[in-house]
């Protein structure tokens, strides 16, 4: 499919379900890191905790002298307990420092109220603070002395291996967010790519059906899914569209039986009037106009049949192997004459032996649209050239004539159903306005395209390109590039 990429329904549903799913990981990483980062400076709480409880059991102050027990101790309990208490100090109950370690924050004067309500309450505090760029956690709790004299004990530890931590796992986090939103994104893309191919399938099925080949229908699944429903309804569709193009081409078939037998007998029983020769010239004159009037109703009705007739099925072609310079010649013969009654030199210019696969019949008929527009637009003593040469396996037939042509305005429009210029509406020429747009439709079924190019004044030149090998296909397509530019 050539769309961009950010329009197609693949990338919209890939993206969406990765947005979605990074959203979701995100907040999970959030949450994972608020509960570790809490788990990491719990076990700090419950380090100096655990410091508390030895510091009870290895301090004694009598009359307000500190002393330590776990100088008796061995030497692995000594080690273990002087890192607990890196961080201490030792308060009276007025507040006075008894004794401190030297690395302890001197944060105490005045002293905190948290320190002061755990001295009053007994209850424990916790407090955290800078001491010499080092964050510390520091533990407020009483210790009963002689005559249940009470001290506040403060013991601290550092909090930079818990931030080291912290940080790490934010690294940690910002590294893996990414990778597995990545991947899962990589695993949404293949997932809605197999997701959508039914529908491709369905989708490229669809473009090979035109209103002439309602025979084909679309695959259906057996999978009972929504893309099944899809291809059954659409199946059916198609079949009721099926139904109503017959019941069109029968209507229009009937029609063109009405039309056509009043038309011929009221044109021969004219002519069969003109052929007498006791008309006086007055009579002759009104059946002479009478008679032109019938041949352009009937060419009217022929184009607006033919008209219906593209409408309900395409441009039917039955291709065969042509030549297409004899096409050329016997077209730009058959119409010598016509060029002759309107005072303009046709000429061609023909490269032999160019051989395709066409329908003769239809490349005939936009021939003589083509010339026929070129001489009835065409000034006196003015020319039409039309050439035919092979430029890069395209069959290039070009129609040059030195009429009044076009704003470049109008050509944008030159092709569509009964659009006719200014210039043609002023000329006074008969017409309605269908050549053109059958010339464009039988090249667009010969997989070709046309092209015009007109300056007003200065006459206009119809380029038609015809593949001389026709592609393998099963309904016409228009062509999306030129061979270049024609001379």
């Known amino acids: 499919m050539k769309l961009h990429s950010t329009r197609r329904l693949h990338f919209r549903l890939a993206l969406k379900q990765t947005m979605w799913f990074g959203v979701l990981v995100c907040l999970v990483a959030w949450g994972v890191y608020a509960f570790m980062e809490r788990r990491i400076y719990d076990e700090v709480d419950e380090e100096l905790q ?27 309990v ?49 407090e955290t603070f800078s001491s010499t760029g080092d964050r510390v956690r520091v533990l407020d709790f009483v210790v009963i002395g002689p005559q249940g004299r009470r001290y506040l004990m403060r013991i601290g530890a550092s909090l930079a291996d818990a931030e080291e931590d912290s940080h790490r796992l934010v690294v940690l986090i910002l590294l893996l967010v990414p990778v597995i939103i990545l991947v899962h994104g990589m695993i949404c893309w293949l997932m809605a790519g197999a997701a959508l191919r ?45 139904k109503s193009f017959q019941r069109v081409n029968e209507s229009i078939s009937n ?13 021969a029983e004219t002519e069969q009037a003109l052929r007498g020769g006791d008309l006086r010239a007055d009579a002759r004159d009104v059946l002479s106009r009478q008679l032109e009037q019938v041949k352009r109703l009937g060419r009217t009705v022929s ?14 072609l039955q291709r065969e192997t042509e030549d297409l310079g004899e096409l050329v010649r016997a077209a730009v013969d058959g119409m010598r004459m016509t060029a002759s009654e309107h005072n303009v030199m046709l000429s061609g210019n023909v ?34 050239d039309v050439m035919l040469k092979e430029q890069d396996g395209f069959a290039v037939i070009s129609v040059i004539d030195t009429g009044c042509g076009m704003a470049p305005g109008e050509q944008a429009n030159l092709f569509e159903r009964g659009y006719r210029t200014a210039s043609a509406r002023r000329s006074g020429v008969q017409g309605s306005g269908l050549g053109l747009y059958f010339a464009h439709s039988i090249a667009e079924a010969h997989e070709g395209t046309i092209e015009v190019n007109s300056s007003p004044g200065e006459g206009t030149c119809v380029w038609v390109f ?21 001379h």
Request: glycine content about 8%.
């Open 198 to 242: 039914p529908l491709q399938q369905i989708s490229a099925a669809a473009r090979q059906i035109t209103p002439g080949d309602l025979d084909r229908r679309l695959p259906v699944s057996s999978t009972g899914d929504e893309l099944e429903q899809l291809s059954a309804a659409l199946n059916t569709m198609i079949s009721g569209f099926q």
């Open 50 to 76: 655990n410091g508390a409880i030895a510091v009870r059991s290895m301090l004694q102050v009598r009359e307000d002298r500190v002393t330590w027990l776990n100088k008796q101790a061995d030497a692995e």
């Open 466 to 486: 015809l593949p001389l090998r026709s592609k393998v296909v099963d309904f016409p397509t228009a062509l999306g590039a030129r061979a270049g530019s024609i």
């Open 351 to 384: 490269q032999d032996k160019l051989i395709g696969q066409v329908d003769a019949g239809q490349i005939w008929r936009l021939l003589l649209n083509l010339i026929d527009n070129a001489i009835k637009f065409n000034r006196p003593n003015g020319r039409v």
């Open 78 to 126: 000594r080690e273990q307990f002087e890192k607990l208490v890196r961080y201490y100090q030792i308060l009276d109950a007025e507040g006075r420092v008894l004794e401190a370690s030297g690395e302890f924050p001197a944060l105490q004067r005045p002293i905190s109220s948290v320190a002061c309500e755990s001295l009053q309450t007994g209850h424990l505090g916790w």
């Open 255 to 267: 029609l063109r039986h009405e039309l056509n037998q009043p038309l011929t007998v009221l044109r």
């Open 303 to 316: 184009e607006l049949l033919a008209v219906a007739r593209n409408d309900s099925g395409g441009v039917q």
